[in-house]
């Protein structure tokens, strides 16, 4: 009787045992899930943003950067339409394509703020701010068009910057501003222009921007 209970304790205990290796097996398999499914999210998100850049404004991708993008893209697709989360889901390779993502992403930000087109309606844009009292405000425009520098940003960031680069140059060539001009803007922007600066062609383009009655005379 003590034998047959001894055998049936330790049936008990190795089924016990084999339930318990089950549930740490679906727990771990639970937690490269969970893993895995934050770690393919941040890429797919940071794809689709870096197509909304490189539909503004594409820049040079290295042909290694390239692969490694398809590369985890696919492994990671594969994955996650099967749903077989195991110790060969490919977590590295894609965590480091999302860190490739986010280098290329910073690189696209810096080319794309010191573009010509962009650098030179930001300029301006400075330049008429202090005297510009119509809309859209030219600081609502630097700043949507600075934001795209932002950290975590967004399709709707990159899309508000260039629309509003748009609008700065439609507001920019609305006003006509030629060199002559831009030269006291630049002093007016520093507090350094004085009467001495404004001579007919200023007067003539302030007149027609409706900016005279919005200069001050101060005494420095």
């Given at each position: ?19 318990i ?11 490269r ?54 110790n ?25 703020l ?6 030179e ?49 439609e ?28 001579n ?21």
């Amino acid at each position: 009787m003590i034998i047959e209970d001894i055998v049936d304790y330790t049936e008990k205990a190795t089924v016990l045992a084999e339930s318990i290796h089950n549930l740490e097996t679906e727990a771990d398999r639970k937690e490269r899930e969970q893993v895995f499914v934050a770690i393919f999210s941040k890429f797919i998100n940071n794809v689709i943003v870096l197509n909304a850049m490189f539909s503004i404004m594409p820049i040079v991708v290295k042909t290694n950067e390239v692969e490694a993008i398809k590369a985890a893209l696919q492994s990671g697709q594969r994955v996650y339409k099967n749903l077989q989360i195991s110790n060969t889901v490919p977590i590295n390779s894609i965590s480091d394509a999302v860190d490739m993502l986010e280098k290329i992403k910073n690189k696209w930000k810096k080319q794309y703020l010191v573009s010509e087109q962009v650098k030179e309606t930001l300029s301006m844009l400075e330049l008429i701010m202090p005297i510009y009292k119509g809309t859209p405000k030219p600081k609502d425009l630097i700043d949507n068009i600075q934001a795209i520098d932002d950290e975590m940003i967004d399709i709707g960031i990159i899309n508000e910057a260039n629309q509003s680069v748009e609008k700065g140059r439609e507001l920019l060539n609305d006003m006509e501003i030629d060199e002559d001009v831009k030269t006291f803007l630049k002093k007016v922007s520093t507090n350094s222009a004085s009467l001495m600066d404004v001579n007919e062609n200023i007067l003539h383009w302030l007149k027609n921007n409706d900016m005279l009655n919005k200069m001050k005379v101060t005494n420095l």
